[in-house]
């Protein structure tokens, strides 16, 4: 045979061993992503993965604008000293909030997250970690969402399926990705900005002053907010405004949607 035949043969062999190779490296890939995906997933029928009950792809900042409901938002990933005091001032006042809560911190002070579920507020879904989700990719977007709804669902049974972006970062991705878990991507109306720790006169005059029908209204466990929030309550009802959970602020805007035939 000569040179070029060889050569000839070898190059088939080597484009027919090469083609054996890049099947077996994917045959392991789809193998070692379903052994993650069942690790991941343990809980996965209580799940609607594949996004069944429409939650919704758009970004929901604000309920029914005819009605006179707000809602109170609290964002935590710290606060821990704080929110004893916060949790009696809102038991005193018979009102009940939405606690977004971090995976990370859930799983320092469980008896927190418990105490917040066993008072009748919501405990919803504020990522496994603080981290920036519009910079995550696919994978670690939905892990985000995923491995904090576990974690939270071993502490209180039943989180809420909002879920609040970290650094209220929002695009098309991240709530695809929180609706295809089943979550609906909650964002606010009215920001506190009360991390920057202005004066609790500041922060009483930035929920008033923009009080509206169908009004959330994002705070975070801070000493100022705590002082505040009294003001902000009889504020709010003496305005006329009855103060919901999110999930329920949300179902006062379905009720009004017609059912399909």
């Known amino acids: 045979m000569s040179k070029a035949g060889r050569r000839f043969v070898l190059v088939c062999i080597s484009a027919k061993a090469l083609r054996q190779r890049i099947w077996i490296a994917a045959l392991f890939s789809i193998w070692l992503a379903c052994l993650i995906l069942a690790a991941a997933l343990p809980d996965w029928r209580s799940l609607d993965v594949l996004g069944l009950s429409s939650p919704g792809l758009n970004p929901v900042y604000r309920g029914d604008p005819s009605k006179p409901l707000m809602s109170l938002s609290v964002n ?17 006042y018979g009102v009940k909030v939405t606690f977004f809560v971090t995976g990370r911190w859930a799983v320092q002070y469980p008896e927190l997250v418990k105490r917040m579920a066993e008072e009748g507020h919501e405990v919803a879904n504020h990522g496994m970690r603080h981290a920036r989700p519009t910079q995550l990719s696919d994978w670690d977007l939905t892990m985000l969402i995923l491995e904090n709804h576990n974690l939270l669902k071993e502490i209180v049974d039943a989180p809420s399926p909002l879920f609040a972006p970290p650094y209220g970062e929002v695009d098309s991705r991240v709530t695809a990705a929180a609706a295809a878990l089943g979550y609906r991507t909650i964002m606010w109306t009215i920001d506190t900005i009360d991390w920057q720790e202005p004066s609790v006169e500041t922060t009483i005059a930035r929920v008033m002053n923009k009080a509206q029908n169908g009004g959330i209204v994002l705070m975070h466990p801070k000493v100022n907010t705590v002082r505040a929030l009294p003001a902000i309550i009889e504020g709010l009802r003496q305005k006329g405004f009855k103060l919901l959970p999110v999930g329920e602020l949300l179902q006062e805007i379905d009720l009004e949607q017609p059912r399909p035939a």
């Not at 606060?79 to 809102?90: A, N, R």
């Open 76 to 92: 935590v990933d710290w606060g821990e000293e704080v929110l004893p005091d916060m949790l009696d001032i809102l038991g005193k």
